[in-house]
């Protein structure tokens, strides 16, 4: 219930999203878009601009509070539920009865909370709700407040007046104004809590005093009063934590409701959504396909719906159809069902929930302008119309033309310009608390759960987690085509890397007598994840593998998925053969992450975790880089893969289309981005023909469609131009189809590996030509290098200082110690030049 109604003239910052959570806010001085739950106060002063009352209202609006002279101007224009009065004491009177019949309510604008007045106004208004604005600086005190709300008044209190800290005599905490009229019928004094998901299923029974509804309010996570323990923080040991949607009083004002986000195992003890049994009918649903979403195997009919957008398309159609059809009450409920499990399927493979959809219908619902309704022509006549289709329909189309999204950068806004930088979200906080429960399994009973994991998620039971060499001459038979192509793939890269070592000694003498020195040491442990399963990645064991050797790691640990029969692929043991791994770890996904990082009884534990993987890799390693126990880092953040190209008019358009589709057949969410400087209509067009007909004739076109229809074309008048918008896009590619390629390579600041001129395809870095193919993406290149023999060592440095030398320095050092009150560090200066003195 609306009893406590903040005045805010900007809606944002600390504050207004603590508000937030206890209800709806009262804006001022207003522009589109609203934030959720609000209302728009017009003052006096106000011109009454229909059109602009019924953005507001349409945006979201719950409730647009008029002066009298404006409210006369709308009603019967506006839905009298969305409509209240503002009026002071004075002008009560002046309020016809068509004005008091034709509002929601009334706000009272007083100087002070007068009880008298308010129940007059409140028996005239008998029908509509009351709220009062106290329009003094001087605060009311919380026991006049009290009485105010026990009228079933409504309070309105400017944010000057209102403060996340401790109520002072200026300014009141939140928490003490919403928590007013809250009385308990408890010997402890504690209140009923009802907690619930966004959707409005229960997830259990709790208690709340004073002191945790405040917290929770200024937070915005659960926390609750244990009747044993005190306060209780939801998630503080388990890490199933909650986020806070909303705090209700109910009707009565003796018992609380929670709306949370509901994080990690569940709410229950027993590792359960709810105390009150497993989810049922759409809430289970939902639940269901997120974790098929990410853990599917392929080939399922469920994993074909994500990958295959024709076909769950065709889906919802066909049962929206068989929903039109359907006669009977059981039918109709059938077909529904069905409709429904479709729908979200869709819903889930873009990251919407239920909760998303109500808010939508929520919104819809608070609209006051209406379309008419009718259905679109293709649905309401036999025969359907044809439209013009825009790029993005090659997603759902096969024969619509493959076509990447052109815009240009000389008419481009900052914002826009901006927007073309951005990558897709990644839910790295989401991915975290669902691989957090694999990490610690592993982290608790080692072998038996990694072991388990490789069962359920690999489809392979085994009997060993690891193979140690000597590896058998029958697990690295492979034909001799493939060994020789990897032999010299294996020269290449061995060749550039060994290059990059840095076996020198730094030696500088600061000062006289002062020498300081920096040397080498490889990392001694270190761990690679080679994806595998059915995919077979000898270049990724290549990449990683030959600078751990190199930089002279002690133990180099592979981890790839087995496949099926528990083996590993011949060519990715013929790489561990050739790099020397002392293990390879038959395990992939999170678990394995947990096993290298912290090591189990079959397993070694590593220092550092190298190489590339899905979202379920990539969040292990982020959490275990952050927990000191494991004591072990990363080698980047990763995300999808990218390429930009570069092209300009002696761009052979073959050639780009080439380099473009070799980035857009990883997978749907590939980042590929086309700069094309200063090029013509008919060059450009060829460009997009060419990606059209070349991938048409791959096996992953479906990917391809996907992932190009999300492309860019961007145009650049200049190269300079061109430059600029990839120093900051910073791909994890970047090739260029440039005249005079190799100058232009001095002005790249900003990329994972650089591609030079047209006879240098993205694909020879990726296998053979000698540098590494595992790189920063995301924008990451600004900050991180690609994977090289450097990242596999680390750098000491040492000093030494003669006698004379600390003669000189230490007086420099002491005196800086002191300025900085260290005493301990200055004597152990002094000490020593006081012992040669003597």
Known sequence: MTRFLPLLDDPQGDLFDALSRIGPVLLQNVS?????????????????????????????AEKVILPLASAKEVIGLIPQERLVLLLDAVSVSAVSDKVRNSVSGVLLKTPEIDL?????????????????????????????????????????????????DVSSATQLNIADVFLAPIVSDRPDGLFPTIVSTETGHSLGLVYSSIESVTESIITGKGVYQSRKHGLWRKGETSGSTQDVVSIRLDCDSDSLEFKVIQHGSGFCHLERQSCFGEASGLSLLEKTLRSRYDTAPEGSYTKRLFNDPELLRSKIMEEADELCRAETADEVAFEAADLFYFALTKCTAYGVGIADIERSLDKKAKRVTRRPGNAKPQWSTPKAVETKKSPTDASIDPEAPIRMHTVTLSVSSEEERALLLRRPVLRSDEMIEKVKPIVSEVRLRGDAALLEFTAKFDKAKLSSTCIFPPYTKESMEIPPNIKAAIDQAYANIKKFHAAQTDGSILKVETMSGVVCSRFARAISRVGLYI??????????????????????????????????????????????????????????????????????????????????????????????????????????????????????????????????????????????????????????????????????????????RQSIAKSLIVQATSVPEAIEFSNDYAPEHLILHLEDAPDKVQYINNAGSVFVGPFTPESCGDYASGTNHTLPTNGYARQFSGVNTLSFQKHITSQEITPDGLKGLGPIVATLADCEGLQAHANAVRIRLGAMKA
């Not at 609203?34 to 507001?56: E, M």
């Open 531 to 704: 994806p595998g399963g059915t995919a077979i990645l000898p270049s990724t064991a290549l990449m990683l593998g030959i600078p751990a050797q190199v930089a002279g790691c002690k133990e180099i640990i592979f981890a790839t998925p087995p496949r099926s029969d528990g083996t590993i692929s011949s060519e990715v043991m013929y790489v561990a053969h050739l790099v020397g791994a002392s293990a390879i770890l038959k395990a992939g996904g999170a678990q394995a992450v947990a096993a290298m990082a912290y090591g189990t009884k079959t397993v070694p534990k590593v220092d550092k975790i190298f190489g590339p993987g899905n979202q379920w890799v990539t969040a292990a390693k982020m959490l275990v880089q952050n927990d000191t126990d494991a004591m072990v880092s990363i080698d980047m953040p990763a995300g999808p893969s990218e390429v930009l190209v570069m092209a300009d008019h002696t761009a052979n358009p073959a050639f780009v289309a080439a380099d473009l589709l070799s980035q857009a057949e990883h997978g749907i969410d590939s980042q590929v981005v086309l700069v094309g400087v200063d090029l013509t209509p008919e060059h450009l067009e060829n460009i997009e023909d060419e990606v059209d007909k070349q991938a048409r004739a791959l096996s992953r076109v479906d990917i391809v």
């Open 116 to 164: 008298d007045l308010i129940s007059s106004v409140s028996q005239f208004f008998s029908k509509s709700q009351l709220f009062v604005l106290i329009d003094s600086p001087s605060l009311p005190a919380i026991y006049s407040i009290k009485s105010l709300l026990r009228t079933g008044a409504n309070l309105i209190l400017p944010s000057s007046q209102l403060t996340l």
């Open 32 to 60: 589109l878009p609203l934030p959720n739950n609000s209302y728009v106060l017009l003052d006096q002063n106000s011109s009454t601009d229909l059109d602009q009352i019924v953005a507001w209202l349409d945006e979201g």
